[in-house]
T-cell receptor, first 109, second 112 residues
Framework: AQRVTQPEKLLSVFKGAPVELKCNYSYSGSPELFWYVQYSRQRLQLLLRHISRESIKGFTADLNKGETSFHLKKPFAQEEDSAMYYC???????????FGKGTKLSVKP | NAGVTQTPKFQVLKTGQSMTLQCAQDMNHNSMYWYRQDPGMGLRLIYYSASEGTTDKGEVPNGYNVSRLNKREFSLRLESAAPSQTSVYFCASLGAESYEQYFGPGTRLTVT
């Protein structure tokens, strides 16, 4: 079964601390994975796509097929990073996304 | 270029009432989606439309109907609202050659 697991509902860190939001997936085949972010009272927007292998707002995510993981990392968290983060897997030919349950990141001053 | 728009932003319904949530996109995207967002449940796909004139069920379609009116518009209808349908509803669209789904601002629905 295709599934995305985000084990942490809430992650709280202090400003300047490293952040790692965990994401594990279940998918038979070559996965296409994304991280979406939702800032307070805003719409969801794409943060990262694993194929692009780029860094956005200091965040990076590496696909580890052996561990079936796509963890999101940032070396030094900022208060403006506080948001809801969703890991998503492209699960079908129609481009349907399967979302994890989300992790709320809170960065304290 | 407004992107994806949704109306209304907020709605309160009584159990048994009906309503239609409207979604429109101006990016000439083929695919459109309806999700619901619930605390601790993430986003779950209700219905999607891969192209004008086609619709398919997602993960949680019960209690909902959809209409792909034209390429721009994709509406979600609740025929007889239930408290379990209290949620935030998001519409999204995807271009044929794209990988990024664009989301609307959401509709916060409360059913009492």
């Amino acid at each position: 079964a295709q599934r995305v697991t985000q084990p942490e509902k809430l992650l709280s860190v202090f400003k300047g601390a490293p952040v790692e939001l965990k994401c594990n997936y279940s998918y038979s085949g070559s996965p296409e994975l994304f991280w979406y972010v939702q800032y307070s009272r805003q719409r969801l927007q794409l943060l990262l796509r694993h194929i692009s292998r780029e860094s956005i707002k200091g965040f990076t995510a590496d696909l580890n097929k052996g561990e079936t993981s796509f963890h999101l990392k940032k070396p030094f968290a900022q208060e403006e990073d506080s948001a809801m983060y969703y890991c998503a897997l492209k699960g079908g030919s129609q481009g349907n996304l399967i979302f994890g349950k989300g992790t709320k990141l809170s960065v304290k001053p | 270029n407004a992107g994806v728009t949704q109306t209304p932003k907020f709605q309160v319904l009584k159990t048994g009432q009906s309503m239609t949530l409207q979604c429109a996109q101006d990016m000439n995207h083929n695919s459109m989606y309806w999700y619901r967002q619930d605390p601790g449940m993430g986003l779950r796909l209700i219905y999607y439309s891969a192209s004008e004139g086609t619709t398919d069920k997602g993960e949680v379609p019960n209690g909902y109907n959809v209409s792909r009116l034209n390429k721009r518009e994709f509406s979600l209808r609740l025929e007889s609202a239930a408290p379990s349908q209290t949620s935030v509803y998001f519409c999204a669209s995807l271009g044929a050659e794209s990988y990024e789904q664009y989301f609307g601002p959401g509709t916060r629905l409360t059913v009492t």
